[in-house]
């Protein structure tokens, strides 16, 4: 009996040792993992909008998809005006896992550019999503001046990674859901935006 | 003891990947590229040295019959912080690493040496073990990665070797990629081991010839009457 106690004893301060260690580094690393969780972010809307000089993480305005998701959409604006926005679009029809990327449009609705967040595709073959042959293609690009919005092999106009069908398609198709999602919300996303950054001037911690 | 000799044999006579054959499922899942190998390489020594140290300063105090989940919670500690480390100030390759730094608790190298060297040895022995085993492992890593990358993907850290032209072998960098590329480095780190012996006159650490009467491919798996001794 004594012996059980013993071991219980040292174990529990092993352990009780170890969380406090932990609970101190993870305290101290809280800010900076936001922090770059955020640049990456910002980085990718930075890339994909069109040119602009306000500042972006301010202008975030959350929109509800038609499948009842929050989604973040970064607004790019030019002397008050916006001129384009960036919204997150993420594809379950990927090889391997979810596809998560940025899509960034100007204000009518014709892609700027498009930047991949996370993927798990196969490295070589589909992770060439990544590569800016294929994401550069879909620039200049919106749902009124393209006729079939799929790859070659389906029809369509976009060009296809050599072996990685399903991951081009995964993203081609995701495109252009994210576009009639801009399209379906394009009042919210482009009005009230003066009203909003009044509204969020206060409370901002973030410059960008 | 030697803390020279505690330190080196962790590139050779006791290498983690090539020798002792341990912690391969990072070995063989994180090796795509050279930055790959030797960022988890690099993460498995801290941990490494880390464990060791404080399970040499504590190993008195731990009743033999709770030494594993001793170590283990201190391997896993020593991983949280790394991964949170990581996470915080080297987001790209915290990203590129991704699934594999919190799988760094259960590589066998780390608890090996926990169970095997610093809960016998001093502290200043058990680091210097650490460090050679750890480095020993960031480095055949880092030389199973930059092999894959140079043919699967025509670079090594990133720099092009090939050229442009070169059309890349994607099979090294997928994953039957890292069994051949391992095979094929140990058979060639064999062999240079029977030549160094053989030249400086030493037994070298592995016999040179196979020997076939008890190798298991030349056995019937179902005929039990072979497996008897004498056969």
């Known amino acids: 009996m004594k012996e059980i106690f013993r071991l219980t004893l040292v174990l529990t301060v092993i352990t009780a040792v170890s969380a406090g260690v932990l609970a101190f580094v993870s305290y101290q690393t809280e800010e900076p993992i936001r922090k770059a969780l955020q640049e990456e972010k910002m980085t990718a809307a930075r890339n994909v909008l069109p040119p602009f000089d306000n500042k972006i993480i301010e202008d975030r305005k959350f929109v509800v998809n038609s499948a009842g998701d929050t989604i973040e959409v970064f607004r790019g604006k030019k002397d008050g005006k916006i001129t384009g926005a960036a919204f997150p679009v993420i594809s379950a029809d990927g090889y391997s896992g979810d596809i998560e990327f940025l899509v960034g449009v100007n204000r009518d609705g014709v892609i700027q550019g498009v930047e991949i967040l996370k993927h798990s595709e196969t490295p070589g073959l589909g992770a060439k999503i990544q590569s800016g042959e294929f994401r550069d293609q879909f620039g200049g690009h919106s749902i009124d001046n393209t006729r079939v919005w799929e790859v070659k092999k389906d029809g369509g106009e976009f060009e296809q990674i050599t072996g990685a069908t399903i991951s081009s398609r995964a993203v081609t198709r995701a495109i252009r859901k994210g576009l009639n999602f801009y399209e379906t919300n394009i009042d919210e996303i482009t009005g009230g935006a003066d009203r909003l950054r009044e509204g969020v001037k206060q409370g901002s911690e973030e410059k960008d | ?231």
């Open chain 2, 1 to 231: 003891m030697d803390a020279g000799k505690e330190f080196i044999k962790g590139f050779w006579r006791e290498n983690p990947v090539f020798r002792l054959v341990l912690g391969l499922c990072p070995t063989l899942a994180v090796t795509t590229t050279a930055v790959n190998g030797i960022g988890m390489g690099l993460a498995t020594t801290f941990v490494l040295v880390s464990s060791n140290t404080v399970i040499s300063l504590i190993r008195s105090f731990i009743p033999k019959k709770i030494r594993i989940p001793a170590f283990i919670v201190t391997i896993a500690t020593f991983v949280t912080i790394v991964d949170l480390v990581m996470n915080g100030y080297f987001h790209a390759l915290h990203k590129s690493l991704g699934l594999f730094i919190p799988l760094i608790v259960v590589n066998c190298v780390i608890l090996g040496r926990a169970e095997a060297f610093a809960s016998k040895n001093p502290v200043w022995l058990s680091i210097v073990d650490g460090l050679g085993m750890g480095l020993g492992f960031a480095v055949s890593l880092t030389i199973i990665g930059a092999v894959r990358e140079l043919f699967g993907n025509g670079t090594v850290f990133n720099i092009s070797i090939f050229g442009d032209s070169f059309n890349p072998l994607l099979l090294v960098i997928m994953p039957p990629g890292a069994f051949i590329v391992l095979g094929i480095l140990l058979g060639l780190m064999n062999r240079i081991e029977i030549k160094i012996a053989e030249r400086s006159g030493r037994k070298p650490i592995i016999s040179k010839t196979h020997d076939c009467s008890v190798c298991v491919v030349n056995r019937s798996w179902f005929d039990l009457g072979s497996m008897e001794k004498g056969k």
